[in-house]
């Protein structure tokens, strides 16, 4: 049974133990390299957010030694009660199944007068180094002795390693087989349930079978060499593994991969076959590659700021779509950890001023955008409080005095652009849409949306280009997907508040534009100019060609068209079928063709056209 501890509570618990002399509060006694995922290595137990015993305790000489665990925290701490003076208690943390482990964490021994201690607490397991762990608790009363090793098994819902392959639900091989001397080694896939197993064929006695787990995308697999390992029995000629799961909710690692690896009974020398993650939907197995690159201490993905709010946006508009609550924690997350001041080079080349604001103005808005999805799938309304923060601050830069109006792309007032003012007309329809009895945001986006249809942003095509001159006219500049997203999101959205036909026709222009103008697409796949022969996008470009998804399936929504639903079916069939590699990693070009590059940024703007292609 668990007991969930209130943090002020618990200080109080801990207080009052120490003062009556039956518990000593702990001090770190040795270092070691430090874990940080929710919480770093060293927090103290009363912040804990959550007391579980998932091991039996131990008893030494008459002391009673515990494992403690916070699920919640993933991390774990240790006791030892009914002692001594110089009795001691620590925690053992291995990287390897138990093979070697960080010795003495967070030593304490109980001093004069005292019957007890306690651990600080430490992470169970190291999300940003890609490494799942195993704790026990130790205790030296005179004599040493440990607890058992907690979670030596890998569990996902209800399935966990060890499991029978007669239970799974489906059996893929996702990859091809490899052979040697004759044997046939192959892996097996529950895509489903996202369990693996292996079988070696055309063998003999003593032949094996065994698979590895790897947490970085086979880079490395410590804590999953030589799983289920099995020999062939005398008198067969096949067997296979028991199954194991390749995502640890609980441990905060997902996109687990898994290889199937075989030897020959009188030869040492091994053979494998390719890494392989499981996709249970395509748009799923998206979404936990990408969460595989998630910076789980700091919040976010690393090194790229406004990529890090539209790779929020697809996770919500993913989980939205599919009904899964994986991710929710990420969501709290990203806001905690990424709402304060981070000086220039801590999140982005500027500084961060807090609420998310920097001198980038769309940067900032991108945020926005971010918080009103957050709030539409949470109903919390801190996040729409943010986004009416981070809007209000981008209003601040609406200047009638250049061009009539239009807000300024940074904080110089250097460029009024297309990307900034997309922004901002969708931004206060979206406010106008969830706060109850305004006017004043709805005033301001049939304002912001009178100026853009009026700036000549778009096209006499139909197609929206980077921006104006500095004499207020289209300046000719590269038609980017993103910025053709935006608008037609805009317009449909404030067709949705308005009723007004020319907004709904706006936005249909735009995207009739899109789909049939080569700027855009090319044998029906959606294509950014830098996709074209050699050239690559760089990490800004990367993520464009999900945002423009995410708008057209609004519109497609909105109008019930057959031929957007089907535009948006063709990008996600050519992702799969030609962009994708045994990883689920996501390219860069949704066509396939090389030269093509794969990130969390490509990931996250596949994920928006995988979703959006899926019927809820």
């Given at each position: 049974?668990?007991?969930?501890?209130?943090?002020?509570?618990?200080?109080?618990?801990?207080?009052?133990?120490?003062?009556?002399?039956?518990?000593?509060?702990?001090?770190?006694?040795?270092?070691?390299?430090?874990?940080?995922?929710?919480?770093?290595?060293?927090?103290?137990?009363?912040?804990?957010?959550?007391?579980?015993?998932?091991?039996?305790?131990?008893?030494?000489?008459?002391?009673?030694?515990?494992?403690?665990?916070?699920?919640?925290?993933?991390?774990?701490?240790?006791?030892?009660?009914?002692?001594?003076?110089?009795?001691?208690?620590?925690?053992?943390?291995?990287?390897?199944?138990?093979?070697?482990?960080?010795?003495?964490?967070?030593?304490?021994?109980?001093?004069?007068?005292?019957?007890?201690?306690?651990?600080?607490?430490?992470?169970?397991?190291?999300?940003?180094?890609?490494?799942?762990?195993?704790?026990?608790?130790?205790?030296?009363?005179?004599?040493?002795?440990?607890?058992?090793?907690?979670?030596?098994?890998?569990?996902?819902?209800?399935?966990?390693?060890?499991?029978?392959?007669?239970?799974?639900?489906?059996?893929?091989?996702?990859?091809?087989?490899?052979?040697?001397?004759?044997?046939?080694?192959?892996?097996?896939?529950?895509?489903?349930?996202?369990?693996?197993?292996?079988?070696?064929?055309?063998?003999?006695?003593?032949?094996?079978?065994?698979?590895?787990?790897?947490?970085?995308?086979?880079?490395?697999?410590?804590?999953?060499?030589?799983?289920?390992?099995?020999s062939v029995p005398s008198g067969a000629a096949s067997t296979r593994t028991a199954m194991f799961a390749t995502r640890d909710p609980r441990g905060l690692l997902y996109g687990g991969a898994v290889r199937a690896c075989g030897r020959e009974s009188s030869h040492q020398e091994g053979s494998c076959t390719a890494w392989v993650r499981p996709a249970p939907t395509?748009?799923?197995?998206?979404?936990?590659?990408?969460?595989?690159?998630?910076?789980?201490?700091?919040?976010?993905?690393?090194?790229?700021?406004?990529?890090?709010?539209?790779?929020?946006?697809?996770?919500?508009?993913?989980?939205?779509?599919?009904?899964?609550?994986?991710?929710?924690?990420?969501?709290?997350?990203?806001?905690?950890?990424?709402?304060?001041?981070?000086?220039?080079?801590?999140?982005?080349?500027?500084?961060?001023?807090?609420?998310?604001?920097?001198?980038?103005i769309d940067d900032a808005a991108w945020w926005a955008v971010a918080w009103v999805a957050a709030y539409d799938y949470t109903g919390e309304r801190r996040y729409l409080d943010e986004a009416v923060t981070i809007t209000d601050y981008v209003r601040q830069y609406w200047d009638t005095g250049t061009c009539g109006g239009g807000v300024w792309w940074n904080r110089?007032?250097?460029?009024?652009?297309?990307?900034?003012?997309?922004?901002?007309?969708?931004?206060?329809?979206?406010?106008?849409?969830?706060?109850?009895?305004?006017?004043?945001?709805?005033?301001?986006?049939?304002?912001?949306?009178?100026?853009?249809?009026?700036?000549?942003?778009?096209?006499?095509?139909?197609?929206?280009?980077?921006?104006?001159?500095?004499?207020?006219?289209?300046?000719?500049?590269?038609?980017?997907?993103?910025?053709?997203?935006?608008?037609?999101?805009?317009?449909?959205?404030?067709?949705?508040?308005?009723?007004?036909?020319?907004?709904?026709?706006?936005?249909?222009?735009?995207?009739?534009?899109?789909?049939?103008?080569?700027?855009?697409?090319?044998?029906?796949?959606?294509?950014?100019?830098?996709?074209?022969?050699?050239?690559?996008?760089?990490?800004?470009?990367?993520?464009?060609?999900?945002?423009?998804?995410?708008?057209?399936?609004?519109?497609?929504?909105?109008?019930?068209?057959?031929?957007?639903?089907?535009?948006?079916?063709?990008?996600?069939?050519?992702i799969w079928s030609t962009d994708r590699d045994s990883l689920d990693r996501l390219g860069e070009r949704w066509s396939g063709t090389s030269p093509n590059v794969s990130d969390w940024r490509t990931q996250a703007s596949a994920l928006e056209a995988l979703t959006a292609a899926e019927r809820p």
């Amino acid at each position: 049974m668990s007991a969930r501890i209130h943090p002020v509570i618990g200080g109080l618990l801990a207080l009052l133990l120490a003062l009556t002399g039956l518990v000593a509060l702990p001090t770190p006694s040795r270092a070691a390299t430090s874990v940080c995922a929710l919480a770093c290595d060293t927090l103290d137990p009363s912040k804990a957010r959550q007391d579980t015993f998932p091991v039996p305790s131990k008893n030494i000489n008459g002391r009673t030694l515990r494992l403690h665990v916070s699920d919640p925290d993933s991390m774990a701490w240790a006791s030892i009660d009914g002692g001594v003076s110089g009795d001691s208690v620590w925690l053992d943390r291995s990287w390897d199944r138990g093979a070697g482990w960080e010795p003495l964490l967070g030593k304490a021994s109980i001093p004069s007068t005292w019957t007890g201690t306690r651990t600080l607490m430490y992470n169970i397991t190291d999300p940003v180094g890609h490494r799942r762990g195993w704790m026990r608790a130790c205790g030296d009363a005179a004599g040493v002795s440990c607890t058992d090793w907690v979670y030596p098994k890998v569990c996902d819902g209800t399935s966990c390693d060890g499991a029978d392959p007669a239970t799974a639900a489906g059996d893929a091989t996702p990859v091809p087989s490899t052979t040697l001397y004759g044997r046939t080694i192959s892996l097996h896939v529950d895509q489903q349930g996202g369990m693996a197993w292996g079988v070696i064929a055309n063998g003999g006695a003593g032949d094996e079978i065994w698979l590895d787990r790897s947490w970085d995308g086979g880079a490395s697999w410590p804590e999953g060499s030589s799983l289920g390992r099995t020999s062939v029995p005398s008198g067969a000629a096949s067997t296979r593994t028991a199954m194991f799961a390749t995502r640890d909710p609980r441990g905060l690692l997902y996109g687990g991969a898994v290889r199937a690896c075989g030897r020959e009974s009188s030869h040492q020398e091994g053979s494998c076959t390719a890494w392989v993650r499981p996709a249970p939907t395509r748009a799923r197995a998206a979404a936990d590659a990408l969460m595989a690159s998630y910076q789980t201490n700091e919040g976010w993905w690393q090194s790229s700021w406004w990529n890090s709010a539209a790779s929020l946006t697809a996770l919500i508009d993913f989980a939205k779509r599919s009904g899964r609550h994986d991710y929710d924690w990420a969501i709290d997350r990203t806001f905690e950890q990424n709402r304060g001041v981070f000086p220039a080079g801590g999140r982005s080349s500027d500084p961060i001023e807090g609420h998310f604001i920097s001198r980038a103005i769309d940067d900032a808005a991108w945020w926005a955008v971010a918080w009103v999805a957050a709030y539409d799938y949470t109903g919390e309304r801190r996040y729409l409080d943010e986004a009416v923060t981070i809007t209000d601050y981008v209003r601040q830069y609406w200047d009638t005095g250049t061009c009539g109006g239009g807000v300024w792309w940074n904080r110089e007032r250097t460029y009024k652009n297309a990307v900034t003012n997309g922004l901002y007309l969708w931004l206060a329809t979206a406010l106008h849409q969830r706060i109850a009895g305004d006017t004043q945001w709805g005033a301001r986006a049939t304002t912001a949306a009178d100026w853009y249809l009026g700036s000549g942003l778009i096209n006499s095509s139909g197609l929206v280009n980077d921006g104006l001159t500095s004499g207020c006219a289209n300046n000719g500049q590269t038609v980017w997907s993103y910025n053709q997203g935006l608008a037609i999101g805009a317009f449909t959205q404030l067709w949705r508040s308005t009723g007004t036909a020319r907004y709904l026709d706006t936005a249909k222009r735009l995207a009739d534009a899109a789909l049939s103008s080569t700027a855009l697409t090319r044998d029906g796949v959606l294509t950014e100019s830098c996709d074209v022969g050699s050239g690559s996008c760089d990490d800004n470009q990367k993520q464009f060609k999900g945002i423009f998804i995410r708008h057209l399936a609004d519109l497609a929504g909105a109008t019930g068209s057959a031929t957007y639903q089907a535009y948006i079916s063709r990008q996600a069939d050519s992702i799969w079928s030609t962009d994708r590699d045994s990883l689920d990693r996501l390219g860069e070009r949704w066509s396939g063709t090389s030269p093509n590059v794969s990130d969390w940024r490509t990931q996250a703007s596949a994920l928006e056209a995988l979703t959006a292609a899926e019927r809820p």
